[in-house]
């Protein structure tokens, strides 16, 4: 059997989800493929935090920041309650001198790139935040930042992308992508049946590469683990969603800069607490390199509530009622992968969003339908292009 | 029964929630509970996972042993911060 679009789009998680959405509002006739169920993946087992604060000062704030602004639209397009809520973030600071200093440098830095940023010290740290630890010395807080349900949004995308005549089709798993004989591609394959598209969209995030191997491509995107503990209903722990500071080493991989134990070093857990729209709340995180397991890890999860009870000494009595793991798609530099493949005409890969992928998911659907639909891009691509890996290009010439 | 009565308690999931999840792609249990957020409450689907299970069932006209993955997350009782933490009561 075989089926034809214009665009094909392989993932159904958040990233592919909004390249679907933004395309077939755009009028591109583009279809959808997942192996699974629509957000069965990453996209179903993360937060859904819509951050700035914790992007490096310059062009991947401003990304973030952008792709802010297109989410606000976005919520007013979708017909669907996301759970959205602008109550902004903040970064904690412990009682150390060093990252005082990183975190006054840091809010400087980001409010030169343009952010609502500013520095809370003193009384208004316990008024704006009064269950926080009695140590803490000051909170870097950025307004704009803003959150929601990520499994809301991706069926919500979804959905609206099929009232404007997208085709899904889950569980579906792709084979393989096919070239024709100049090169170009010219679809994809499942092992019952054939796609047929000259544009197709690599959006499965930590299983991008191996679709990419199908046509000799090589994608440096690696699974990094992530662990989630489920909060039960409570009146707000934190007003705001809150993170420590030491999570921007974690994230940037940066170890022995805050005196934690080496077991919470070695899994780079970090506090990270989040407010969710249905009361509950969800601490994380962690983040370490140990393949494909989404396995919950008890001892990682102990290590979350440990951290937790670090900042949030009242969280002691209250119930842990669930907890998940998911996979964030790596990149060596952090910076997402949105772009068209030079050496295979017709392929695109958005991939590679590691934890930022719900926060940026409208920017990168929105560049990718400009790139597809021939328009000047809302920012430059640059930055983002597959090529700036030196082992980015094509491994061989096969097909 | 009709749509409107409340399939999942702790989250307040209606039949008409659930059957509309049906109708947009939900095959199993966790794909329920991913749309409608029927299971995710206090109770973890103690009380609805049985129901939608059957709902399913029947709107789709499958066997039970389709509807339910192979998934099991702990914890699976729920336990306070401080006993996760291990520390002494």
Known sequence: MSRTADALVIGGGVIGSAVFYYLSKEGVRAALVERGDICSGTSGACDGNILSIDKEPGYDSQLALLSQRLLRELVAELDCDVDYTQRGSVLVVEPDARQEAMARDWMRRQKEAGLPMRYIEGREVFESEPLLARDVIGLVECASDSSLSPLALTFGLVEAAKRLGGAVYPRTEIRELLRDRAGSIRGARSSTEEFAAPRVILAAGVWTPHLAGTVGLDVPIQPRKGHILVGERTPDLGRRKLQEFGYLMAKFGQKGVRGVEPAMEESGVAMVYEPTGHGNFLIGSSRQFVGFDTQCDLEVLRLLAKRALRFFPSLRNMKVIHSYAGLRPWTPDHYPIVSAVASIPGLYIAAGHEGDGIGLAPITGRLLSEMITGRMTAMSVDPLRLERFDDGAEKSASH | ?89
């Open chain 2, 1 to 89: 029964m009709s749509d409107d009565g409340i399939v999942c308690r702790c989250e307040e999931v209606t039949l008409g929630e659930v059957r509309r999840a049906i109708r947009e792609g939900a095959v199993d249990v966790h794909g329920v509970k991913l749309r409608t957020r029927a299971g995710m409450g206090l109770c973890q689907g103690r009380t609805c996972e049985n129901l939608v299970a059957r709902i399913l069932m029947s709107e789709l006209g499958i066997p039970r042993e389709r509807v339910f993955p192979d998934r099991v997350r702990p914890p699976v009782i729920s336990l306070t911060f401080g006993a996760l933490a291990g520390e002494p009561k």
